[in-house]
């Protein structure tokens, strides 16, 4: 699977946008992209996933480039509870057991 | 519905014993994936398993072993624990995964070795 590039840690006002950035230049033309978010202490939580079509459902919308290169999760309007890890992970699907690559991901910390 | 859900929460061992951790899917999923967090890092593939047998395997060594039983639940043995072996043990669950489906996560056991 191919390897993705996040920032380590980013700030976002409350009721902001909050636009998560992730590079992905290596990724070939049968791995989808993923996004989970890890809150302290919990188990990580799936949000999105897309192949080459922006993606957009009730948490977040995913916005990836049209060479596939990278990609951008956004979270429309963050609230405290949005405070967490937020990793990033490409993987093939069909024909894959496929394991969930984890990287270190974006701390992401909402601020009042 | 119960999702994931994983015994013990927590666990105290000593090196050199054998633990055993359990996991129940979310209902009608029938693929188990278990990770290993170590503090401060992202989860680690261990291994999965669907129709009882293990599917695929991370960099492992084979004090880690699995099971699955008939009902879908997994177990994730660990024999000659070391101290490194301190973690969060993430079981994850999803339906058909080789078809795409997302995996849902347990909310771990927090295994500590002394």
């Known amino acids: 699977d191919a390897k993705t590039t996040q920032p380590p840690s980013m700030d976002c006002a409350e009721g902001r946008a909050a636009n998560l950035p992730c590079n992905h230049s290596?990724?070939?033309?049968?791995?989808?992209v993923y996004w989970y978010r890890q809150i302290h202490s919990q188990g990580p939580q799936y949000i999105i996933h897309g192949l080459k079509n922006n993606e957009t459902n009730e948490m977040a919308s995913l916005i990836i480039t049209e060479d596939r290169k990278s990609s951008t999760l956004i979270l429309p309007h963050a609230t405290l509870r949005d405070t967490a890890v937020y990793y990033c992970?490409?993987?093939?699907?069909?024909?894959?057991?496929?394991?969930?690559?984890f990287g270190a991901g974006t701390q992401v910390v909402v601020t009042p | 519905d119960a999702g994931v859900t994983q015994s013990p929460t927590h666990l105290i061992k000593t090196r050199g014993q054998q633990v055993t951790l359990r996991c129940s899917p979310k209902s009608g999923h029938d693929t188990v994936s278990w990770y290993q967090q170590a503090l401060g890092q992202g989860p680690q593939f261990i291994f999965q398993?669907?129709?009882?047998?293990?599917?695929q395997r991370g960099n492992f060594p084979d004090r880690f072993s699995g099971h699955q039983f008939p009902n879908y639940s997994s177990e994730l043995n660990v024999n000659a624990l070391l101290l490194g072996d301190s973690a969060l043990y993430l079981c994850?669950?999803?339906?058909?995964?080789?078809?795409?489906?997302?995996?849902?996560f347990g909310p771990g056991t927090r295994l500590t070795v002394t």
């Open positions: 398993y669907y129709e009882e047998e293990e599917r």
């Open positions: 992970i490409v993987r093939v699907i069909l024909g894959s057991w496929g394991k969930l690559q």
């Open positions: 290596t990724i070939s033309g049968n791995e989808y």
């Open positions: 994850a669950s999803s339906l058909a995964w080789a078809l795409g489906y997302e995996q849902y």
